[in-house]
């Protein structure tokens, strides 16, 4: 648990932070709140000859809640997303899934951010940010770009930002309706063994709109387009509820491992959906 | 004189046994001030670090060192090869066996200390381990001692004779190269006709899983040679700081006056700390090469693949009963997995610990036992992880085998229980596996927790439960767990306790001081427990000063009177004893000074809480303060200055603390989620000494029975590769996790020991396993189940549930 030597740097800005990217392209890397790259270099599984600390650059902190969106920057720690109550009167789910991350002594260092940009597969905030269909703010060397959450995650560990791109900050639409983030762990500091973020709006009994995502049941986080649109125009009742479980099952590809085999993860993943959807539906 | 305070107020002011003190040591521990090995830091100190095997089973073909002494700040790398000539690439293990200290041309575990890279600091020496190359061959891996057994793959060589047949082990005859010992308790062929002739029998093979006590702290120690004056200093986590020492001059050849261990503030141990590990030995060679102190501390992953297992014991048992439930025979077979080496910290006679204690609490006439360890390709250890030696597994056994009796007879298993346990009036009892018991009163207890937790009326809701299952209404499901546990701590007696040749006796010394207070030292070391507290308390009690004037002093060897120290709830009912009889000591040559300044006959004065007074002229007294002054300041006739004692005590038995516990738990069927909902649990400790300490000791043992029952393992894949080395995958329990735990207590006094106490730390640890587990199996009673293996955490707890078609 002891890390190799490394070159730490603590710029003030956006463009110090690209300059030394560009110098060092692969041996360098940015930490955000260090949760996820610390332990991998103490592990010696990540090798960053030159570590960029993000904690002095300006403008990647705060939270905007503006009439149709929110903005979160990418340094906002998830001890401050779960005290914002100005966040949680606009989404609380992001209370609800960050309460569920960890314990507080890493919430208060871990960002979102970094959870979104590692590409971790058993990280919370990325199936979060699919089904509320957020996007990522992204700079490098060729200017800023927008990259939609459900078109992010590759595989574990690869996204779409390039390796001399920072993810600067998360910007979502401001959700509608009913909501839910149900997670199960072996834990608490755990990853889930199956989790679900449900985003839900309905009319007259009848649902209009639902967007579900799933944490941890493949090398991505799975948003699962064909699992809400089993649910629109339905009033969600047992037969609407397994049509989405059928299609979620047909998205995911789990893999077994210390929290259980493959049909153990798949049969626990239907259970969740399914409390989460009837929760987000009470609420909606 | 006038007295201005009461007896009671007297009483009350030493702060003795049966007071809630407060522990002195937590104004430390609470504020970071603790003092632990690795606070110590010495001019000049190196630091030490192993490089280790990737690989569970191969040949070491080469060891290049060349790169790694390249490294800016490494000064050397010891392999095998420097041990060899100072006969230190091997050791002995508490069992009998021997260990590799560094590989000596193959590994047999993952994570095996191949190279010690000694370095100026642990930066450097991580940068060194990372440079030394060495060129593995791979063996075929055994991760299954049944698969070993029949295997013509030879794990140690070392063991077999020119032609491949085992040579005799420490325990006897092996029947196999991977064969280390068969042990066996009891009588055989009488427990086989008894079990062929029964009425009713029940059977079950059990897997009690490996795990690991994880202590917060882990292994470590500074090793510091002084060349001018040949003096070795050793700090180190040692739960037995004298047999450590013993141990280091039987292996290194330095005089035994010329070692010092120290054990300063240990960050608990739960019998990970009591063997000796390479680690240790590489330390002191490191020290004796450079002529620096060295140090080595485990990083978690090192200390949770490497030093000291617990369990893995594969358990086969029948019982034998009449049609009305009275147990007629226990026959118990086990298969104990040891991995590459037995280091087993059992007494040395007993290889299987006391597991021959797992006829528990019951009247069981006839029984048998008999324990076979195997050599595979998994981390050595095999300790006591919070219980008395192999007793979790004996109490688990039993617990279980009742519950699968009670299942065959249709019975309730608490009415199974209370029908079978050994009655008051048996005791002193002598059990089938032969164990004397000094003491006991099952059924108050037990009657007493059943009627705490209404007990008629959880079956009564459970089936309800059972009920609306079937009927759609609920997918949760409610366990009752059972347990009636018998512990034997306080080992033991020198006649047939010992550790390499060291009798388990402990000690104790006292010096009061000339105005009134006074220190004790032990041989025994506290890890968490609180002695400083609690033996004042003993000593408060007994000599008539106040706890809080009494310093407790344990762990360096320099100072402290020999003892075998601190495991296997061996504290208090052997090193407690010693504190009393040494208080006793004290008290009765102050008997003759108090006499001497009263001007009367010795026996006209009488101990009364903190002084001598004349009989039948309670105002004329000394208090003890004044007898300390005076043993110090006046020329008494025929008796020596001073006032000191020493006491050494071999325990003429074990001691037999027991408890009845009850857990509530309910189970969501589709996620595997079980939810505590109560536990309850009572503890007869005899005399209790701190009940706040006690109920401390309750509440962090149940909380390790939570997590070996619920998750915590050491897990190995096919390979041999272990598969819960971090935090991330071992469970350790937070608070979040814990539930709120109800504690009571009846006191049946041990009556071989001075105070009557008899032991608590280990007992929640060793009755709570088995209550979790029987909840969890119990829940699925009414669905056919009767066993499935621990841990039980959610996908096993959901497989059981899949199995029997609860799923749709």
């Not at chain 2, 010096?511 to 890890?527: D, F, K, V």
Request: proline fraction near 5%; glycine fraction near 10%.
């Amino acid at each position: 648990m002891i890390p190799a030597a490394f070159e730490y740097y603590r710029p003030k800005d956006i463009e110090g932070v690209l300059a030394i990217l560009e110098q060092h392209g692969d041996d360098a890397r940015v930490m955000a709140g260090g949760h996820s790259l610390i332990p991998m270099m103490k592990l010696r599984m990540a090798d960053v000859p030159h570590l960029i600390d993000l904690q002095d650059v300006g403008g990647l902190s705060g939270i905007e809640v503006t009439g149709d969106s929110i903005r979160l920057g990418a340094l906002v720690t998830q001890a401050q997303i779960i005290d914002s109550a100005e966040l949680t009167r606009a989404a609380p789910i992001l209370r609800e899934a960050a309460l569920q991350i960890a314990d507080p002594q890493v919430r208060y260092m871990g960002t979102i951010g970094g959870n979104v940009a590692n590409g971790d597969p058993g990280n919370d905030m990325p199936g979060l940010m699919q089904c509320l269909d957020a996007s990522f703010s992204l700079i490098g060397p060729d200017g800023a770009r927008e990259v939609a959450a459900r078109d992010f995650y590759e595989a574990a560990y690869m996204t779409d930002r390039e390796d001399d791109e920072v993810l600067t900050a998360v910007t979502l639409p401001l959700p509608q309706g009913g909501y839910a983030y149900e997670k199960q762990k072996r834990k608490i500091g755990d990853y889930a063994t199956a989790a679900a973020a449900v985003q839900i709006t309905g009319q007259g009994g009848t649902c209009t709109s639902a967007s579900i995502a799933m944490t941890n049941l493949s090398d991505t986080p799975i948003f699962s387009e064909d699992a809400g649109e089993a649910l629109v125009g339905t009033t969600v009742d047992d037969a609407a509820i397994k049509a989405a479980m059928a299609a979620m099952l047909g998205d995911i590809d789990p893999t077994e491992d210390n929290r259980g085999p493959v049909a153990f993860k798949k049969h626990v993943a239907g259970v969740i959906l399914r409390r989460a959807i009837t929760r987000a539906w009470s609420r909606a | 004189m006038k007295d201005e305070i009461t007896r009671d107020e007297r009483i009350d002011n030493l702060k003795g046994m049966g007071c809630s003190r407060k522990r002195v040591e937590d104004a430390r521990f609470t504020q970071g001030k603790g003092n632990y090995v690795d606070d110590v830091k010495l001019d000049g100190m190196l630091f030490g670090d192993f490089v280790r095997s990737p690989y569970a089973h191969a040949r070491i073909t080469n060891i290049d060192s060349a790169a790694a002494l390249e490294v800016p700040g490494v000064l050397a790398v010891l392999t095998a090869k420097d041990l060899e000539p100072l006969g230190l690439h091997w050791m002995p293990t508490l069992a009998g066996d021997k260990q590799m200290v560094l590989a000596d041309g193959k590994v047999l575990f993952q994570g095996q200390e191949v190279a010690f890279v000694v370095a100026e600091d642990r930066y450097a020496a991580a940068d060194g381990i990372e440079a030394v190359e060495v060129d593995y061959e791979e063996l075929p891996v055994i991760v299954d001692p049944f698969e070993s057994l029949k295997s013509d793959v030879i794990l140690r060589e070392d063991t077999v004779d020119e032609n491949g047949r085992p040579t005799d082990g420490a325990h006897g005859p092996r029947n196999h190269p991977n064969h280390i010992f068969t042990w066996e308790a009891g009588d055989k062929a009488p427990t086989e006709e008894v079990l062929a002739n029964a009425e009713i029998v029940a059977e079950e093979s059990m897997y009690y899983h490996r795990t690991h006590p994880c202590p917060l702290e882990t292994c470590g120690c500074v090793a510091s040679m002084d060349k001018v004056n040949g003096k070795l200093t050793l700090w180190g986590t040692f739960q037995a700081p004298h047999a450590i020492r013993t141990i280091v001059s039987l292996i290194s050849g330095i005089e035994e006056h010329n070692i010092r261990v120290i054990s300063p503030d240990i960050g608990g141990g739960f019998g990970n700390k009591v063997g000796a590990y390479p680690g240790y030995v590489c330390s002191v060679v490191a020290s004796i090469v450079t002529g620096k102190p060295v140090k080595w501390i485990e990083d978690r992953m090192d200390n949770l693949m490497t030093t000291a297992f617990a369990r893995d014991y594969w358990m086969k048992g029948k019982i034998s009963a009449t049609k009305e439930g009275k147990i007629t025979g226990l026959h118990c077979h086990v298969t104990a997995d040891h991995g590459g080496f037995d280091a087993c910290a059992d007494p040395t006679k007993f290889p299987a610990g006391f597991m021959n204690i797992c006829t528990g609490s019951y009247d069981i006439p006839t029984a048998y036992l008999a324990v076979d360890g195997v050599y595979t390709n998994k981390a050595p250890g095999g300790v006591s992880y919070r219980c008395s030696f192999r007793v979790t597994e004996a109490v688990y056994f039993i617990e279980r085998m009742i519950e699968v009796l009670a299942i065959k007879l249709n019975m309730d298993a608490a009415e199974l229980r209370r029908i079978n346990f050994i009655k008051k009036e048996q005791f002193p009892y002598k059990a089938a596996l032969g164990w004397e018991y000094d003491s006991g009163d099952y059924h108050t207890a037990w009657d007493k927790a059943l009627k705490t937790v209404d007990y008629e009326g959880l079956r009564a809701e459970q089936a309800q439960r059972v009920e609306d299952f079937k009927a759609g209404k609920t997918r949760k499901l409610m366990g009752i767990g059972l347990s009636f546990f018998t512990e034997i701590v306080g080992a033991g007696p020198v006649k047939n306790c010992d550790i390499l040749g060291l009798g388990m006796f402990d000690s104790c010394e006292i010096r009061i001081h000339p105005t009134g207070s006074a220190i004790a030292r032990l041989g025994t070391i506290s890890q968490g427990q609180g002695h400083a507290t609690t033996f004042a308390q003993i000593l408060a009690s007994e000599i008539g000063l106040p706890a809080d004037s009494i310093t407790i002093e344990e762990g360096d060897t320099d100072t402290a009177p020999y003892g075998l120290g601190t495991y296997g709830s061996r504290s208090t009912p052997v090193a407690g004893a010693a504190t009393a009889m040494a208080g006793r000591k004290i008290r009765a040559k102050a008997q003759m000074i108090a006499a001497y300044l009263l001007e009367v006959h010795d026996n006209d004065v009488e101990f009364d809480v903190d002084r001598f007074v004349v009989k039948g002229a309670p105002e004329r007294f000394k208090t003890m303060k004044e007898v300390a002054f005076a043993a110090y300041n006046q020329a008494i006739p025929g008796i020596e200055p001073g006032l000191e004692a020493v006491s050494y005590y071999d325990p003429p038995n074990m001691t037999y603390p027991f408890g009845a516990y009850v857990c509530v738990m309910d189970i969501d069927v589709d996620t595997g989620v079980p939810d505590i909902r109560r536990f309850y649990a009572l503890d007869d400790c005899g005399t209790r000494i701190n009940p706040m300490i006690i109920e401390g000791q309750v509440h962090g043992g149940l909380t390790e029975a939570l997590a070996v029952a619920l998750g915590q393992e050491i897990a190995y894949d096919d390979m041999g590769n272990c598969k819960t080395g971090t935090l991330m995958d071992f469970f350790l329990p937070t608070a979040w996790e814990v539930p709120n735990y109800e504690t009571d207590y009846t006191v049946t006094p041990s009556p071989h020991h001075p105070i009557g106490a008899k032991g608590v730390g280990e007992s929640p640890h060793v009755g709570g396993v088995p209550c979790f587990s029987n909840a969890v199996q119990d829940a699925f009673r009414a669905f056919g189940n009767t066993h499935t293996n621990m841990p039980h955490d959610h996908w096993r707890i959901w497989k059981t549930a899949n199995e029997l078609g609860l799923h749709d």
